[in-house]
């Protein structure tokens, strides 16, 4: 007996001790923490960055143009039979003359500065821009990836709302099913009155069992967005709650949008990039000037014991200078389609400017409405509650039917949805308007310099 007694002892600190590293294992995932992995392992934000990095790396390439070239050559030859050259003699009879050595070798020190070159220093302007673009970009991303996570997230806490309603409008049903049974064992109700919330009661289960599959699927869904295996335990810490808009934001929405939008500010940058193209393209009308100098040691033997001694050394420096002054129009033609470049980047501005403004007008709408319905519908749960308290009381003195009891709870349900609803509404169309005027949270940062 003793033995038993220590067995099942061990059986329930082993079950205790399973159940804590099951909790312990169940990461607590919230808004803020969501949002911070998903910048550390989103696969669209990381691409991204890399694009800012390979931005900074032409840079750098463009800067190399303007930098002085050095290169160091060598080279050794032997020479199996040495060339014939013919002089003639006082008779005018070619006469061979063996020229060069059986060995040679020399060593070449040639370095070259870039004077002036008009498609060099319009592309290094241009790659500086280009960079700034890349990082607007990366900031765009940043930002659909923040509102992609909070749609997830409170899509997941939609769910898990919703499943806490069924749960609990499955407890109420059950609660009025046991008093139904009561009541029709002391003769008051019909057994049409208990088979009716019989129904009620499992007609619930499958809902229940719905919306534990769609609050499952919303968690998958957030993890793949964080960039969580789906296999990671995970529990949603937090509450939907409203969180009212300062007015200051939404009063200087309008302007915010053109000054603080990335992707409207990266159709500026690639404006400034396409005209650097056409200068760019331009510049091959004008010649190109170069400094060089060279230093050369150079030795030539019939034997291979060749020393320092047998090096000479010779140098030189000048100027080249390069014009083309005919391409066949090609420069012409070059020159025009950069212009066209220009053109249409103007044309997307403004055409992106247009779809912001528009944008902008049915995110504060929504936030609007939604503002509205959550303030209706506050009052509408409480009396919709009360009404269900009203009428079950009603239903136990037997001065209502269960119909009334059913439709009762009905309301109430309906009523605590659309509340959840608006509120769900509100939040995302308050990310997507941070997203249209380029705020970040202030935990995010750039992180990019």
Same mark, same amino acid.
């Given at each position: ?18 159940s804590?590293?099951?909790s312990? !294992? ?26 800012v ?18 290169d ?11 060339? @014939? ?7 005018g ?16 020190? !040639? ?6 070159n008009?498609?060099v220093? +319009? ?25 992609? @996570?909070?749609?997830?997230f ?30 029709r ?5 019909? #057994? ?33 967005? @964080?960039g ?8 949603? #810490?937090? +509450? ?32 400034f ?10 510049s091959?009308?004008?010649p ?6 060279n ?45 066209? #470049? ?28 939604a503002?509205k319905?959550?303030?209706a ?12 308290? /009203?009428?079950t +009381?009603?239903?136990?003195s037997?001065a209502?039917t ?14 605590r ?10 939040? /995302? ?21």
């Amino acid at each position: 007996m003793k033995n038993l007694s220590i067995l099942l002892l061990l059986s329930f600190l082993v079950l205790e001790s399973s159940s804590g590293q099951d909790s312990i !294992q169940a990461m607590p995932l919230t808004l803020e923490k969501a949002i911070q992995l998903a910048m550390r392992q989103n696969t669209d934000l990381q691409t991204s960055r890399l694009d800012v990095e390979k931005a900074d790396a032409r840079v750098l390439e463009a800067w190399g143009y303007t930098l002085p070239s050095v290169d160091v050559s060598g080279q050794y030859i032997r020479t199996l039979k040495t060339p @014939v050259f013919y002089i003639s003699d006082s008779s005018g009879r070619p006469t061979p003359l063996r020229i060069g050595a059986a060995h040679s070798a020399n060593a070449l020190l !040639q370095v070259r500065q870039l004077l002036f070159n008009g498609t060099v220093f +319009a592309g290094v302007g241009a790659a500086g821009t280009y960079s700034d673009v890349a990082r607007e970009l990366f900031r765009s991303k940043q930002l659909e990836t923040i509102v992609k @996570v909070k749609k997830a997230f409170y899509g997941a806490m939609l769910a898990g709302e919703v499943r806490s309603m069924m749960h609990s409008n499955l407890s109420n049903a059950e609660e009025n099913l046991k008093n139904v049974t009561l009541l029709r064992g002391q003769g008051i109700l019909s #057994e049409y009155d208990e088979l009716r919330a019989t129904v009620g009661v499992e007609n619930l289960r499958p809902l229940i069992i719905q919306s534990e599959t769609n609050y499952t699927l919303a968690l998958d869904g957030l993890k793949s967005i @964080v960039g969580l295996s789906p296999s990671e335990k995970t529990r949603l #810490e937090g +509450a939907m709650q409203f969180e009212a808009v300062d007015d200051s934001v939404v009063a200087q929405a309008s302007s915010l949008i053109l000054e603080n939008n990335p992707g409207y500010n990266a159709l500026k940058g690639q404006i400034f990039v396409n005209e650097a193209f056409v200068l760019a393209e331009r510049s091959n009308y004008l010649p190109t000037i170069a400094a060089f100098g060279n230093y050369q040691y150079q030795a030539a033997k019939n034997t291979f014991s060749i020393s320092t001694n047998d090096f000479f050394a010779s140098s030189q420096v000048g100027l080249s200078f390069s014009w083309s002054l005919f391409q066949g129009l090609q420069t012409n033609a070059r020159v025009q389609q950069a212009q066209v #470049e220009v053109l249409k980047s103007v044309e997307q501005r403004t055409n992106v400017r247009r779809n912001l403004q528009i944008g902008l007008t049915a995110t504060l709408g929504t936030l609007d409405a939604a503002r509205k319905r959550i303030q209706a519908q506050e009052k509408t749960v409480e009396q919709a509650d009360r009404g269900y308290k /009203i009428v079950t +009381a009603r239903f136990l003195s037997n001065a209502a039917t269960q119909l009334e009891v059913n439709d009762a709870q009905l309301a109430l349900t309906q009523a605590r949805v659309n509340r959840v609803q608006a509120i769900y509404d509100y939040l /995302i169309a308050a990310a997507e308007l941070d997203q249209l005027i380029g705020r970040l949270p202030s935990y995010v940062g750039q992180e990019i310099d």
